[in-house]
C-alpha cells in the first residue's frame, strides 16, 4: 500500500513537469526524525555522534541526474536510551521535489554504557547506508523517522569489546 502511495506520488511529480515542458525547480522540505526502540539488555546509555546525513536522489523524470544532497552538516550527538519511545529532531532540510532512494548517515563516535561500565563502540563502517525510496513532494514536508535499535546494533566481540551494526528501521509519517 505504502509503495503504492509512492509510486503515485512520483508519477503525479513526474508528469507535472513533463505536461509544463520545464525543468522542476519546485521544492518541498524533508524533515528527519530520530527514536530508539526499547529494549531489555542492561544498557544504560548509548551515545551516537553523527557528523552529517546525505540522501541520494533518483535520476528520471525532473533530474536529468542523480545527485547526493546534504541533509545535515554538523556534528550531532544523541543518546539514544533518552530516546526510546521519543522522536528527537535529527535535522531537516529544502530538497528539489523527485523520488529519493537512500539516506547515508555518517557516523563518527559511538559509546555504550552496560551495567555501569563505559566502552567505545567499535564501528565497522563509519557509513550506515539505509536504502528506503521516499518522495519530496513540492510544497510539502516528508517527515522520515530514523528508528534504532540499540539492543539489537550492540555486540560483545570478546572481552570488554563491543561492536556498533546499527539495525535502523525507516519510518514515514
Same mark, same amino acid.
Given at each position: 500500500?505504502?509503495?503504492?502511495?509512492?509510486?503515485? *506520488?512520483?508519477?503525479?511529480?513526474?508528469?507535472?513537469t513533463?505536461?509544463?515542458?520545464?525543468?522542476?525547480? $519546485?521544492?518541498?522540505?524533508?524533515?528527519?526524525?530520530?527514536?530508539?526502540?526499547?529494549?531489555?539488555?542492561?544498557?544504560s546509555?548509548?551515545? *551516537?555522534?553523527?557528523?552529517? *546525513?546525505?540522501?541520494?536522489?533518483?535520476?528520471?523524470?525532473?533530474?536529468?541526474?542523480a545527485?547526493?544532497?546534504? *541533509?545535515?552538516?554538523?556534528?550531532?550527538?544523541?543518546d539514544?536510551?533518552l530516546? $526510546?519511545n521519543?522522536?528527537?529532531?535529527l535535522?531537516?532540510?529544502?530538497?528539489?521535489?523527485?523520488?529519493?532512494?537512500q539516506?547515508?548517515l555518517h557516523v563518527?563516535?559511538?559509546?555504550v554504557?552496560?551495567? +555501569?561500565?563505559?566502552y567505545?563502540?567499535?564501528? =565497522?563502517?563509519?557509513?550506515?547506508k539505509?536504502?528506503?525510496?521516499?518522495?519530496?513532494?513540492?510544497?510539502?514536508?516528508t517527515t522520515?523517522?530514523?528508528?534504532? +535499535?540499540v539492543?539489537?546494533?550492540?555486540?560483545?566481540?570478546?572481552?570488554d569489546k563491543?561492536?556498533?551494526? =546499527?539495525?535502523?528501521k525507516?519510518?514515514?509519517?
Open positions: 500500500m505504502r509503495i503504492m502511495s509512492i509510486l503515485i *506520488v512520483g508519477l503525479i511529480v513526474i508528469s507535472s513533463l505536461f509544463t515542458g520545464c525543468i522542476n525547480t $519546485e521544492k518541498g522540505t524533508l524533515l528527519l526524525k530520530i527514536t530508539d526502540a526499547p529494549g531489555d539488555l542492561n544498557i546509555e548509548a551515545l *551516537v555522534t553523527i557528523s552529517y *546525513v546525505e540522501v541520494h536522489i533518483a535520476a528520471g523524470g525532473n533530474n536529468s541526474s545527485e547526493w544532497f546534504t *541533509v545535515i552538516n554538523e556534528s550531532l550527538q544523541f539514544l536510551i530516546l $526510546e521519543v522522536t528527537d529532531i535535522g531537516s532540510e529544502i530538497l528539489e521535489a523527485g523520488i529519493y532512494t539516506i547515508r563518527d563516535e559511538a559509546l554504557t552496560i551495567d +555501569d561500565v563505559q567505545n563502540l567499535e564501528i =565497522p563502517s563509519k557509513t550506515v539505509l536504502v528506503h525510496q521516499f518522495v519530496i513532494v513540492p510544497n510539502n514536508t522520515l523517522i530514523l528508528d534504532f +535499535d539492543q539489537e546494533s550492540v555486540h560483545k566481540t570478546g572481552s563491543y561492536i556498533l551494526h =546499527p539495525t535502523i525507516v519510518i514515514q509519517e
